[in-house]
Nanobody
Framework: QVQLVESGGGSVQPGGSLKLSCAVS????????MGWYRQAPGKQRELVAT???????NYADSVKGRFTISRDNPKNTAYLQMNSLKPEDTAVYYC?????????WGQGTQVTVSS
């Protein structure tokens, strides 16, 4: 059974940092692209970053230079390091994997950036 569990969210002031984790089970983690998405209130879910099996990365323009996606294959975990956080980064953050044409999502973790 595929499971993705996010953690590490919280409340921070603008300019602060958080590191999100996505622990996965039920599939061979190292062979799949992992993605981080976010959904702010009243907005559509949007792609934040992806990382391939060989650790090639891709970022939304809005987070380039501030966020870093990474993975630890032996730990079956993907990460999202978020620096220089802005109020507009406030959202629920989700990790995702696609297997055999089907997306799997975690339950999400709330990130709130406010002074």
């Amino acid at each position: 059974q595929v499971q993705l569990v996010e953690s590490g969210g919280g409340s921070v002031q603008p300019g602060g940092s958080l590191k999100l984790s996505c622990a996965v089970s039920g599939f061979i983690f190292s062979t799949y692209v992992m993605g981080w998405y976010r959904q702010a209130p009243g907005k559509q879910r949007e792609l934040v970053a992806t990382i391939t099996s060989d650790s090639s990365t891709n970022y939304a323009d809005s987070v380039k230079g501030r966020f870093t996606i990474s993975r630890d294959n032996p730990k079956n975990t993907a990460y999202l390091q978020m620096n220089s956080l802005k109020p507009e980064d406030t959202a629920v953050y989700y990790c995702r994997v696609d297997r055999f044409g089907r997306p799997y999502w975690g339950q999400g973790t709330q990130v709130t950036v406010s002074s």
